[in-house]
Nanobody, 115 residues
Framework: QVQLVESGGGLVQAGGSLRLSCAAS????????MGWYRQAPGKQRELVAT???????VHTDSVKGRFTISRDNAKNTVYLQMNGLKPEDTAVYYC?????????WGQGTQVTVSS
């Protein structure tokens, strides 16, 4: 019923840019907090950025000044603009939707940054 579908991942050189998209269905998108998480091989999934229903954002220190989370409620879509990519950004990036006790995840999209 609930679906979060990520897109926009790929292979890029260090210093390049990508924009990830997450299209949501089956939820009242406007009232959910949305987030991007990532998981590199052998590591735990970590928070990258979140955006509340009111538009307040948080970005983890390692991506501040390079990544920007945003949302378009008319399109039920959350974005992650990634600039100045580094090899250490290589990971599977997951979309998250959260409200109260509900937590939903997408299947992920691969981002690979070459040096």
């Amino acid at each position: 019923q609930v679906q979060l579908v990520e897109s926009g991942g790929g292979l890029v050189q260090a210093g390049g840019s990508l924009r990830l998209s997450c299209a949501a269905s089956g939820i009242i998108f406007r009232i959910f907090s949305m987030g991007w998480y990532r998981q590199a091989p052998g590591k735990q999934r970590e928070l990258v950025a979140t955006i509340t229903s009111g538009g307040a954002t948080v970005h983890t220190d390692s991506v501040k000044g390079r990544f920007t989370i945003s949302r378009d409620n008319a399109k039920n879509t959350v974005y992650l603009q990634m600039n100045g990519l580094k090899p250490e950004d290589t990971a599977v990036y997951y979309c998250n939707a959260h409200i109260s006790a509900s937590d939903f995840w997408g299947q992920g999209t691969q981002v690979t940054v070459s040096s």
